[in-house]
């Protein structure tokens, strides 16, 4: 995993709600997500919609870890929101050649989304393939291809994941990193796990381990709500 360090804060916040399990606690995460049309017409050639896909990802991630022993045994409940902001200035920089430099060119893009907004979590879909840094991904052992530009004091978190071509690999990669946005340890991921339905063909699904949740939970970025 490739990441930067800075000191800053996240759009995550805790709530309690009035609901059949008592004192429930809520937290909420607002994921801003930077997608150029160029990976939207690229996807869309053969699905019908980046936009519904990415929130169906975000639903298997938020579902999973709800429904964790951990979160349920201890009346926690985790809320991802995803935004798609109507313009960005660094949208302007989301073409092809952000891939044909070096990795600098992606942290560069990275930190310049955090320097204009600073305190919120972002997720970036690079409109070309990983394949000129497959051997940086290789020699760090990296399961999932993404880079991730991370801030400490305040939690916020940039991810910039590459273009896929379905949606198990973007299932995949952008679930990877929404686990990235609440906190999962850099080196922690979620496999893709794939069931024969017979006549109605073949369903994927993340599966996320016991030992990841409880280092999302156990992180700062959840606000502490645990001491356990």
């Known amino acids: 995993m490739l990441f930067v360090n800075y000191f800053m804060h996240a759009q995550t916040r805790t709530t309690h709600e009035a609901s059949a399990t008592p004192q429930e606690q809520k937290t909420i995460f607002t994921i801003k997500v930077l997608a ?3 990976y939207s017409k690229y996807y869309e050639q053969t699905h019908e919609s980046l936009g519904a896909d990415l929130h169906m990802i975000k639903d298997e991630v938020q579902n999973e870890l709800n429904k964790s022993v951990r979160f349920r045994e201890n009346n926690l409940k985790i809320q991802i929101d995803l935004e798609s902001p109507a313009s960005h200035p660094v949208m302007d920089q989301l073409d ?14 990275l930190n310049n989304i955090n320097v204009i907004d600073a305190s919120s979590h972002y997720i970036v879909l690079l409109p070309c393939k990983a394949d000129n840094h497959t051997e940086i991904f290789n020699s760090a052992h990296v399961d999932v291809p993404l880079v991730m530009h991370k801030v400490n004091i305040e939690c916020s978190n940039r991810i910039a994941i590459f273009r896929e071509s379905n949606k198990e690999m973007l299932m995949s990669s952008f679930g990877n990193a929404v686990l990235k946005a609440i906190g999962a ?44």
Not at 97 to 106: D, K, L, R, Y
Not at 197 to 208: A, C, K, M, Q
């Open 96 to 109: 092809e050649t952000i891939c044909e430099g070096s990795m600098t060119s992606v942290t560069t893009l």
């Open 185 to 228: 340890p850099l080196d922690d991921y979620a496999k893709l796990t794939t069931v024969s339905n017979g006549d109605e063909g073949i369903e994927s699904h993340l599966t996320i381990n016991e030992e990841t949740i409880h280092n999302i939970l156990d992180s700062k970025c959840f606000y502490n709500i645990l001491a356990l």
């Open 36 to 38: 150029p049309q160029e």
